[in-house]
T-cell receptor
Framework: GAGVSQSPSNKVTEKGKDVELRCDPI?????LYWYRQSLGQGLEFLIY????????KSGLPSDRFSAERTGGSVSTLTIQRTQQEDSAVYLC???????????FGPGTRLTVL | GESVGLHLPTLSVQEGDNSIINCAYS??????FIWYKQESGKGPQFIID?????DKRQGQRVTVLLNKTVKHLSLQIAATQPGDSAVYFC????????????FGKGITLSVRP
């Protein structure tokens, strides 16, 4: 079946602009996660959605970052007033439920000039 | 703070040899562990997982060992192939929480022909 998909695959933006990154999880997966991977670094947790529960936003680095998940499926990560330090690969993952293995999408490479 | 770390940044092995990748974790509450493989330009790919009620689990050519006493996790790859060349991450989570994964920085496995 189809895996996790993300769009766009690459995004180049200018400092100060807003960007939206999209994630389509695996159908039927109730849990959705966003992570950030900076160059040569491990993955950093950003936000987690589980069903209709309130999301866990504890990993968001600043109030410029926000995310939503509509209809329990597609999720959008929004970064407002982008800064150069926001440049990274943003990865989305989904799992059948919260304590099962997470499957990752290919990521969106964000470059802020 | 809590962290998951890898002992070596790079590992070079001869094709056909066995590979062992080690990982230490510090969160004693962690009870679910996963190994991921990440190839250049792609998202992490699930390899194998293990829960804390086990100390060994085998997959196809891969084995994960868990030593809870010393908080150590290892991934063994039998008969390493060129296609195994990638960055490997260990990740952990306490399943009582939201299951957000804490990742190590990654180790590069390079297979010599």
């Amino acid at each position: 079946g189809a895996g996790v998909s993300q769009s766009p695959s690459n995004k180049v933006t200018e400092k100060g602009k807003d960007v939206e990154l999209r994630c389509d999880p695996i159908s039927g997966h109730t849990a959705l996660y966003w992570y950030r991977q900076s160059l040569g670094q491990g993955l950093e947790f950003l936000i987690y959605f589980q069903g209709n529960s309130a999301p866990d936003k504890s990993g968001l680095p600043s109030d410029r970052f926000s995310a939503e998940r509509t209809g329990g499926s597609v999720s959008t990560l929004t970064i407002q007033r982008t800064q150069q330090e926001d440049s990274a690969v943003y990865l989305c993952a989904s799992s059948f439920r919260r304590d099962t293995k997470q499957f990752f999408g290919p990521g969106t490479r964000l470059t802020v000039l | 703070g809590e962290s998951v770390g890898l002992h070596l940044p790079t590992l070079s092995v001869q094709e056909g040899d066995n590979s062992i990748i080690n990982c230490a974790y510090s969160n004693s509450a962690s009870d679910y562990f996963i190994w991921y493989k990440q190839e250049s330009g792609k998202g992490p790919q699930f390899i194998i997982d293990i829960r804390s009620n086990m100390d060994k689990r085998q997959g196809q050519r891969v084995t994960v060992l868990l030593n809870k006493t010393v908080k150590h996790l290892s991934l063994q790859i039998a008969a390493t192939q060129p296609g195994d060349s990638a960055v490997y991450f260990c990740a952990e989570t306490p399943t009582g929480a939201n299951s957000k994964l804490t990742f190590g920085k990654g180790i590069t496995l390079s297979v010599r022909p």
